[in-house]
């Protein structure tokens, strides 16, 4: 076939297409999800994918805590720095032993149904994370009981000093406090009931949830009618969404157009430095990994800015601690300097040679899968021959539990107090140390760590606690990444937060 | 004929039994702990064991295949792991958005396919004859979800004639559903389409072979006439299993695409129920996807007897 038929012929497919998509097409598109009457409008915003369930007592997903954020309160919330202040509850006493705190809730709470939020209710919920063992119930570890003195007192007594209480029980969503009539009658699931600003106003499963302004809310009342989040996985597609003005709000945008998009007009992007941590473990149970010259000299091959750059594509800052910058925890600590030559004295003194490291990441991130091959090709430089092994999550998870691996990639997201970024993860019997580091001092300093109530002596074990873990290369730490969203040009008093909670009670939509 | 459907009716409960079976043994195989994917990154020791207990995933395989059965008979596909609701309302919500994809990406395959089909069998070796050919190697060679991006790229971004993703109901608005509609079908009809253009076209020329169409023709009947009555009747035969085949799969969910186009259908469900191991959700999936299969094939089989006369359902 000639090359002009072959044009004519691909013209006439593009004309077929054309003629095609035009005549269904219909009528103009709708950009305000059909209700755009009232004054304050409804925002549309795209996230990446669907919350499995409404329930914030049982659900991990990220994508139900977008939601829930402004459906919901807690006892206490954190504020742009993450420093913990008022919301349901205004003040709060401890007593001389640390073991006894009183809070004092706000009067005249109301759930959005109009029934009354009273300390009762506050008790209802915790006893039902606690008794029923839902997610969180890992937050109330040191709680003996919660008590209800009146309707706006709460009394919660501990087994122990509980320094990081306030962030357990205000940290994020999922220490709600739920109405108890909604969680029997079982709707709590796809129609929950909050005190929050705004209240679920309909739910199309596989589509969108819509939310409405709660006129019983407490708070300032909420600019917008209304906020419907849709779910659109595909980046590219989100971002489409949002230049179309089909969502006004998204933050799942292509992570390779997020430099670029900080530095345009419209629509505007924004990155604040996040609390996650992303990092390579190996896995101590399995030679020669025990031997801390072998993990010492992998750190010593790695060059972080290299991975970060790959990875996110600048949007991280490389760090060899866990703690970011921005937290009154942060300890500055670089030991690992890119060095290949001491990489290969450290694997020398071990006597590895022709080392093959199994490494295991998962498709569910995919930083992980690039910052692998990234990985791969440094360790090459001091003759470790990495294996990347791509998992689904799911099956990831399996191997990572049942101890199936040399080596793995992994981040820990929305952390708040040190307690989180370290305990479960160092401690010889955390429940997420799956790659069984063991060091008694380390064990013994979050011990003390935890119940620890001068912040002063607290901050100086826990730099201790640091240091000895990137010494001992228990974790090696890689980067703290960005949290990058955008929005269109009509929406205001929006704010990118650390923590990557949602919040729209502030936004109004400008027309 | 009754006795026909009838028959094939139960036939097809069996086949289902035998789905279900075939399925849980599956899911059994297939790594991953769902438990933990629930869970998220934080939880006790003791939430882990408690949500293994609730979800029944404690109990040996045997009773849980039985115990599913049981509830399955009665039209209780059991509850979703993961958000506790009732997997059979789950399923069943999710079908118009399906059913209407893929109805829409066939009939725009078939506006596609038949003329195109029939032309470049009339016209063997024209030029309508080669684009024809082009046409189909393309739609059969390039990935759906590189078609899909750059029709969103084009008609949403650059033309902004239609939204680049979402769903509204047909019932709901059917402006807006049309053009929300209007994307993923084209991308799937023209895949569809490319496969039909093939088929009618050389179906069309055996059918031309024929010594009945040299009859037809000798006997002086008009093009038209031959073609319309004669040829086209034969050889639609075997593309009615073909457009049916298509879509039956279609009904079962085009993950990519819906994924892609936000779509809320049975394959988007099927995608996040594995990513998630939802199993009962899964099970409910499969189950009415095979449950779409056999009623198409069925309702072909009816088709066959009034298409052809010479074949009787017995």
């Given amino acids: 076939m000639s090359s002009t038929r072959f044009r004519l012929a691909g013209a006439t497919l593009a004309l077929t297409l054309l003629a095609a998509a035009g005549c269904s097409a219909g009528e103009g598109v709708d950009v305000d999800g059909g209700n755009g009457t009232a004054a304050g409008g409804v925002l549309n915003a795209a996230i990446g994918g669907e919350p499995d369930q409404l329930d914030p007592h049982k659900t991990s997903a990220y994508y139900s805590f977008q939601v829930l954020e402004n459906v919901f309160d807690t006892l206490v919330e954190p504020d742009a720095n993450l420093e913990m202040q008022p919301s349901l ?47 969180t119930a890992y937050k109330f570890g040191t709680v003996k009981s919660v008590a209800a003195s009146n309707p706006t007192t709460v009394v919660i007594t501990l087994s122990a000093p509980t320094p990081n209480l306030l962030a357990n029980l205000g940290g994020f969503k999922g220490v709600a406090i739920v ?253 997420f140390n799956f790659h069984k580091y063991n060091n008694p001092a380390v064990d013994q300093l979050l011990d003390r760590a935890r119940t620890q109530t001068d912040q002063g002596a607290r901050k100086q074990q826990y730099e201790q606690v640091a240091k000895q873990i990137v010494d001992d290369a228990s974790y090696i730490y890689l980067y703290n990444p960005d949290v990058a969203q955008g929005w269109s040009k009509q929406v205001t008093g929006y704010q990118v937060r650390t923590d990557r909670a949602i919040r729209f009670r502030d936004v109004a939509l400008t027309r | 004929m009754a006795r026909f459907v009838i028959r094939r009716l139960l036939q097809s409960c069996v086949v289902l039994l035998g789905v279900t079976l075939v399925v849980f043994l599956l899911l059994q195989l297939v790594p991953g702990d769902p438990v933990r994917v629930a869970l998220g990154t934080r939880f006790d020791p003791q939430t882990y064991e408690a949500l293994r207990a609730r979800a029944g995933l404690d109990q040996p395989l045997v009773v849980q295949y039985f115990d599913y059965l049981r509830r399955a008979l009665t039209g209780d596909l059991g509850v979703s792991f993961r958000s506790g609701r009732p997997v059979t309302a789950i399923v069943l919500e999710r079908l118009p958005a399906t059913l209407s994809l893929a109805v829409t990406a066939v009939l725009f395959a078939l506006v596609i396919a038949l003329p195109l089909g029939i032309v470049s069998a009339m016209r063997s070796g024209s030029f309508v004859d080669h684009a024809a050919r082009v046409f189909s190697q393309f739609g059969v060679s390039v990935p759906d979800f590189w078609m899909g991006i750059m029709g969103i ?60 169409v040299r009859t037809a023709e000798a006997k002086g009947l008009r093009t038209r006439v031959v073609v319309l009555r004669h040829v086209l009747r034969n050889a639609l035969i075997p593309v009615v299993t073909v457009v049916a085949v298509q879509l039956a799969s279609l009904l079962g969910g085009v993950i990519v695409i819906e994924v892609l186009f936000a779509w809320p259908g049975i394959g988007r469900l099927t995608f996040d129920a594995v990513q998630a191991r939802d199993y009962p959700v899964l099970q409910g999936a499969v189950l009415l996807v095979a449950a779409l299969f056999l009623l198409v094939n069925l309702l072909v089989d009816i088709l066959y007897a009034r298409l052809d006369p010479r074949i009787t359902v017995k």
């Fill in chain 1, 179 to 431: 109405q108890k009539a909604n969680v029997e009658s079982g709707e709590i699931t796809t129609k929950p009931i909050g005190s929050g600003p705004f209240a679920i106003g309909g739910y199309t499963s596989g589509d969108n949830i819509q939310l409405v302004r709660n006129d019983n809310y407490w708070g300032e009342r909420p600019k917008l009618d209304g906020v419907r989040f849709t779910f659109v996985s595909d980046p590219t597609v989100a971002l489409q969404n949002l230049r179309g003005n089909e969502v006004q709000w998204t933050d799942n945008l292509p992570p390779q157009q997020v430099p670029a998009l900080l530095d345009g007009d419209e629509p505007t992007v924004e990155s604040v430095p996040s609390t996650d941590y992303w990092y390579l473990a190996l896995n101590q149970a399995r030679k020669p990994y025990d031997d801390v010259n072998v993990r010492r000299a992998i750190a010593f091959a790695l060059d972080r800015e290299a991975i970060t750059k790959a990875a996110k594509f600048g949007l991280a800052t490389v760090n060899q601690t866990a703690i970011p910058q921005n937290s009154a925890f942060y300890y500055e600590y670089a030991p690992y300097s890119h060095d290949v030559n001491q990489a290969r004295q450290l694997l020398d003194q071990a006597g590895v040679s022709d080392l093959t490291m199994d490494l295991m990441v998962t498709s569910e991130y995919p930083e992980t899968v690039t910052a692998a091959q990234v990985i791969a090709s440094q360790l090459e430089a001091i003759g470790v021959n990495v294996k990347i092994r791509t998992l689904d999550f799911a099956q990831w998870l399996d191997e990572q539990g049942n101890g199936n691996f040399d080596s793995f990639m992994l981040g820990w997201l929305g952390n708040i107090d040190p307690d989180e970024f370290y305990y479960a993860q160092h401690h010889s019997g955390g429940t």
């Fill in chain 1, 89 to 135: 509850a205004t003040e709060w006493t401890t007593s001389d032993d640390q073991l006894t705190w009183t809070f004092t809730l706000r009067e005249g709470v109301k759930f959005s149904d109009g029934t009354p939020l009273t300390a009762e209710d506050v008790v209802y919920s915790y006893n039902r994370i606690i008794d029923e063992k839902l997610n």
């Fill in chain 2, 153 to 212: 790229l084009l008609f949403a971004g650059v033309l902004g004639w239609l939204p680049p993703s979402g769903y509204v109901a047909l019932t709901e608005d059917p402006a807006r559903w049309a053009s929300h509609v209007a994307l993923p079908a084209a991308t799937v009809g023209l895949v569809t389409a490319s496969i039909l253009t093939r088929f009618i076209r050389s179906s069309m020329l055996e059918v031309l072979s024929e010594d009945y």
